[in-house]
T-cell receptor, first 112, second 113 residues
Framework: QQQVKQSPQSLIVQKGGISIINCAYE??????FPWYQQFPGKGPALLIA?????SEKKEGRFTISFNKSAKQFSLHIMDSQPGDSATYFC???????????FGTGTRLLVSP | SQTIHQWPATLVQPVGSPLSLECTVE??????LYWYRQAAGRGLQLLFY??????ISSEVPQNLSASRPQDRQFILSSKKLLLSDSGFYLC????????????FGPGTRLTVT
């Protein structure tokens, strides 16, 4: 019940296209859902996060869509750029849990 | 602002040798601290986390141990390294009692030969 399932494992998108990464969770007590971006050889960096009281959060070209009834959330990268090529991890946690449950990661390649 | 440091950045050690990786956080007090390992091209495996000095929780039985001798210092150790200990080791911190955001350090690349 603590798992977060992430798909696809890898993704190739043309420059200017939309990248979409999906995650699904089982534990309905989860109340915080962050996304991390990791470049090769670097530590993951917090990209954007959402709480279940909203269905969408947008920061620049990055948008999280959240479907509480389906227990799914997704990251959309609009106008994808080669500089967005990285591995993306979704995660989930619940207040007071002190730990994040991570998805398995999606390797995104944006072709020029 | 808060900063997290890890050293060394890279390390090559022979099998059977000891290990000590250090992580320090600046600009915050009483953080939660975490050690993760990432195998090449793989996900993030939580190894240890700590909610205070001397308080360590182990997530996965293994050849490693962790200690927190000071509030903002977290150390990952091994008495005898195995080949399978190779990987990218990441330290992270979060606000004690916070919403759950974790902030990662730059990582240590460990190669056991």
């Amino acid at each position: 019940q603590q798992q977060v399932k992430q798909s696809p494992q890898s993704l190739i998108v043309q420059k200017g296209g939309i990248s979409i990464i999906n995650c699904a969770y089982e534990n309905t007590a989860f109340d915080y859902f962050p996304w991390y971006q990791q470049f090769p050889g670097k530590g993951p960096a917090l990209l954007i996060a959402i709480r279940p009281d909203v269905s969408e959060k947008k920061e620049g070209r990055f948008t999280i869509s959240f479907n509480k009834s389906a227990k799914q959330f997704s990251l959309h990268i609009m106008d994808s750029q080669p500089g967005d090529s990285a591995t993306y991890f979704c995660a989930a946690t619940k207040t007071g849990f002190q730990k994040l449950v991570f998805g398995t990661g999606t390797r995104l390649l944006v072709s020029p | 602002s808060q900063t997290i440091h890890q050293w060394p950045a890279t390390l090559v050690q022979p099998v059977g040798s000891p290990l000590s990786l250090e992580c320090t956080v600046e600009g915050t007090s009483n953080p939660n601290l975490y050690w993760y390992r990432q195998a090449a091209g793989r996900g993030l495996q939580l190894l240890f986390y700590s909610v205070g000095i001397g308080q360590i929780s182990s997530e996965v039985p293994q050849n490693l141990s962790a200690s927190r001798p000071q509030d903002r210092q977290f150390i990952l150790s091994s008495k005898k390294l195995l080949l399978s200990d190779s990987g990218f080791y990441l330290c992270a911190w979060s606000v004690l009692g916070g919403v759950g955001e974790q902030y990662f350090g730059p990582g240590t690349r460990l190669t056991v030969t």
